[in-house]
């Protein structure tokens, strides 16, 4: 049996071009390889290589055909397309530019306390007016001490109340807005 150490074949022809090695006579086992004596033949089946390069030649003419009505009829509408995009980018920047300036300024959080402040002012204002009107007419005389001191700070205490719940609400309210046109503006990718 002959053991390679070093073959050289030409590609195209199959040719050995240079071997090294020698000739062993013992057990397969001692000489380090796994099989025994069994040749290897350099075997070409033309028939099946045909075959297959028939079958490749058909694969490379039907991509040939699909590429060639991509490029006439798809790519000119892909490149309209790519068009469109562009000048709608282009139309859509001013807006995009006061939605990421409105989102980064947000809403004045102590602005909109001060209206919640005002307006429930106003409510108790008109409330009071209304306990007074309803108390005189059942005899009761808003001007009087005992009034003053049972009804007026019952009443100065809801209002204190209400209108401070209403500044902290509007508050939150303000800094939840300003958050959600943050959130909303990063999520487009603007922010």
């Known amino acids: 049996m002959r053991v390679y150490t070093r073959i050289v074949i030409d590609m195209a022809s199959g040719a ?22 069994s040749q290897t033949t350099n075997t070409q089946d033309t028939e099946y290589n045909a075959r297959m390069a028939t079958i490749a030649e058909s694969q490379q003419g039907m991509a040939q055909e699909y590429f060639d009505f991509w490029k006439s009829d798809y790519k000119p509408l892909e490149q309209e397309q790519i068009a469109a995009n562009r000048e709608m980018v282009a139309a859509a920047k001013p807006v995009r530019d006061k939605f990421i300036e409105e989102s980064l300024s947000g809403v004045n959080a102590e602005a909109i306390a001060g209206t919640a402040r005002s307006d429930a002012e106003q409510a108790m204002t008109t409330v009071d007016q209304g306990v007074t009107r309803n108390l005189s007419r059942l005899g009761l005389n808003p001007d009087s001490e005992a009034f003053a001191d049972t009804l007026g700070r019952s009443q100065a205490l809801t209002r204190a109340r209400t209108v401070t719940q209403s500044a902290n609400t509007a508050r939150a309210l303000a800094r939840s807005e300003n958050y959600d046109r943050l959130l909303k503006a990063s999520n487009l990718g603007m922010g």
Request: net charge negative; aromatic share 10%.
């Open 16 to 37: 050995v071009l240079e071997a090294e090695g020698f000739d062993y006579d013992g057990p397969v086992a001692l000489c380090k390889g796994g099989g025994g004596g």
